[in-house]
């Protein structure tokens, strides 16, 4: 069974920096996304960045400039660099997975880390 466990979340104030990891229980190379999605108070969970196989990279237009992902195949692990953090980045942070296969998609995810950003 695929688990996936978060680090780093915690408590920053408004402008501060926090690296969240997300260490797999399997090879990633079976995954063709690694990615990270957050979940505000309210809020339906949305995507904050992911990365391809490929190295290919996505980031949400709210953290362009501002986060950082970055995968580590040897560690199997994902990671998430914040700096110029906002109030408005307090949220859950999810780790997530892909595995596409044939006919199939398969989305993995974590149990979250919680990131409170102070005004």
């Known amino acids: 069974q695929v688990q996936l466990v978060e680090s780093g979340g915690g408590l920053v104030q408004t402008g501060g920096s926090l690296r969240l990891s997300c260490v797999a229980s399997?090879?990633?190379?079976?995954?063709?996304?690694m990615g990270w999605y957050r979940q505000a108070a309210g809020n339906e969970r949305t995507l904050v960045a992911n990365?391809?196989?490929?190295?290919?990279?996505n980031y949400a237009d709210s953290v362009k400039g501002r986060f950082t992902i970055s995968r580590d195949y040897a560690k199997n692990a994902v990671y998430l660099q914040m700096n110029s953090l906002k109030p408005e980045d307090t949220a859950v942070y999810y780790c997530?997975?892909?595995?596409?296969?044939?006919?199939?998609?398969?989305?993995?995810w974590g149990k979250g880390t919680l990131v409170t950003v102070s005004s």
């Open positions: 997530n997975a892909v595995e596409m296969l044939r006919s199939s998609v398969t989305n993995y």
């Open positions: 399997i090879s990633t190379l079976r995954f063709n996304f």
């Open positions: 990365i391809h196989s490929t190295g290919t990279i």
